[in-house]
């Protein structure tokens, strides 16, 4: 449980102190040349070192998302720990309320912070004895296929595309696909899956018509058939994955484009992969994006240009 009374969330030396501390453990690391020998500058602003090796000045959030930010730290912090904390998401326009900052503000910070939650997904997932649940959903509306004011109409082929793996009590990993067929899927899963992995998926051919030896064991359930578990054999965990994602995403954000989708699924994979149930509650989790940071920057161009 978390107090937003706390000194970081409310001082923005006390929250520079608070990410010293939790980056650096008391030891300054320059971002220019890795070197840990440094010393404070006295007389100058707080928080500012120079490194022995490079000669270079450095504060703690240089280098990181933070970097060149006219937002006090301690906002920073508690943007943060609102997002972290939030099982479905916090708006933009709750944090620009919230914390007493323009929407413009509010909408580059939440894309800041998210791209601080982006994690290193090259290696497979699963392995020898354990099990990994592959499914795809469908959200929202592309509107290069169907612009505005025409006609919806009925299946999927209209909206977002979105495929999740998800190792039993591990992690799980997300993508926005732009087809939802063997040639789009079967590369990633052959990519992000250990061979020697226990797979379930549900009977769609994208999956039913992959080679038998491509992992340990494959298995489905026929949801046509009203089969929704059989022992082992389901795909219920990452349905209930799916759940928190769509209800997060119709319910807070109601509105996401193509160009930022990828984003917000990068968001719903960070809360989940440190959830409660593998050990980590709402500080713990602030606390591992704040560790993110780090070699991670982001300017306002970029944002706005995938949205153009």
Same mark, same amino acid.
């Not at 929202?140 to 999740?164: E, F």
């Not at 899927?185 to 080679?211: F, H, S």
């Given at each position: 449980m978390c107090d937003l009374t706390k000194p970081h969330f409310q001082s923005a030396d006390k929250a520079r102190e608070y990410l010293e501390e939790l980056r650096w453990n008391g030891n300054p690391v320059c971002p220019h040349c890795g070197d840990s020998g440094a010393y404070a500058i006295s007389g100058g602003r707080k928080g500012l070192y120079k490194c022995k090796s490079c000669r270079k000045q450095y504060t703690v959030t $240089?280098?990181? $998302?933070? =970097?060149? !930010?006219?937002? *006090?730290?301690?906002?920073?912090?508690?943007?943060?720990?609102?997002?972290?904390? !939030?099982?479905? #998401?916090?708006?933009?326009?709750?944090?620009?309320?919230?914390? #007493?900052?323009?929407?413009?503000?509010?909408?580059?910070?939440?894309?800041?912070?998210? =791209?601080?939650?982006? =994690?290193?997904?090259?290696?497979?997932?699963? #392995? %020898?004895?354990?099990?990994?649940?592959?499914? =795809?959903?469908?959200?929202?509306?592309?509107?290069?296929?169907?612009?505005?004011?025409?006609?919806?109409?009925?299946?999927?082929?209209?909206?977002?595309? $979105?495929?999740?793996?998800? %190792?039993? %009590? #591990?992690?799980?990993?997300?993508?926005?696909?732009?087809?939802?067929?063997?040639?789009?899927?079967? *590369?990633?899963l052959d990519e992000q899956i250990d061979k020697a992995t226990q797979?379930?998926?549900? %009977?769609?051919?994208?999956?039913?018509?992959?080679? *038998?030896?491509?992992?340990?064991?494959h298995d489905y359930v026929s949801h046509s058939k009203y089969e929704f578990c059989r022992g082992d054999v389901n795909t219920n965990m990452i349905e209930g994955f799916f759940s928190i994602f769509k209800r997060g995403m119709n319910g807070v954000y109601q509105h996401c484009s193509k160009e930022h989708l990828q984003r917000y699924l990068v968001e719903f994979d960070f809360r989940y992969n440190y959830r409660e149930k593998l050990g980590y509650d709402d500080p713990e989790r602030a606390n591992m994006i704040l560790k993110g940071i780090q070699g991670k920057r982001l300017t306002y161009k970029g944002p706005v240009q995938a949205q153009a």
């Amino acid at each position: 449980m978390c107090d937003l009374t706390k000194p970081h969330f409310q001082s923005a030396d006390k929250a520079r102190e608070y990410l010293e501390e939790l980056r650096w453990n008391g030891n300054p690391v320059c971002p220019h040349c890795g070197d840990s020998g440094a010393y404070a500058i006295s007389g100058g602003r707080k928080g500012l070192y120079k490194c022995k090796s490079c000669r270079k000045q450095y504060t703690v959030t $240089v280098g990181t $998302v933070f =970097e060149n !930010s006219r937002v *006090p730290l301690n906002k920073w912090l508690m943007a943060t720990y609102l997002m972290a904390s !939030s099982k479905k #998401g916090i708006s933009a326009k709750q944090l620009e309320r919230t914390l #007493g900052v323009t929407y413009k503000t509010a909408w580059f910070m939440s894309h800041r912070i998210r =791209e601080a939650m982006k =994690e290193d997904t090259s290696g497979p997932m699963g #392995g %020898e004895g354990k099990t990994v649940e592959v499914d =795809e959903t469908f959200f929202g509306r592309d509107k290069t296929i169907k612009p505005k004011r025409t006609k919806k109409g009925r299946g999927y082929h209209h909206k977002y595309k $979105v495929l999740s793996l998800v %190792e039993r %009590e #591990g992690k799980v990993r997300s993508r926005h696909v732009p087809a939802v067929n063997a040639n789009t899927l079967r *590369p990633i899963l052959d990519e992000q899956i250990d061979k020697a992995t226990q797979v379930y998926t549900d %009977e769609a051919a994208q999956y039913t018509m992959a080679k *038998p030896a491509m992992f340990a064991k494959h298995d489905y359930v026929s949801h046509s058939k009203y089969e929704f578990c059989r022992g082992d054999v389901n795909t219920n965990m990452i349905e209930g994955f799916f759940s928190i994602f769509k209800r997060g995403m119709n319910g807070v954000y109601q509105h996401c484009s193509k160009e930022h989708l990828q984003r917000y699924l990068v968001e719903f994979d960070f809360r989940y992969n440190y959830r409660e149930k593998l050990g980590y509650d709402d500080p713990e989790r602030a606390n591992m994006i704040l560790k993110g940071i780090q070699g991670k920057r982001l300017t306002y161009k970029g944002p706005v240009q995938a949205q153009a």
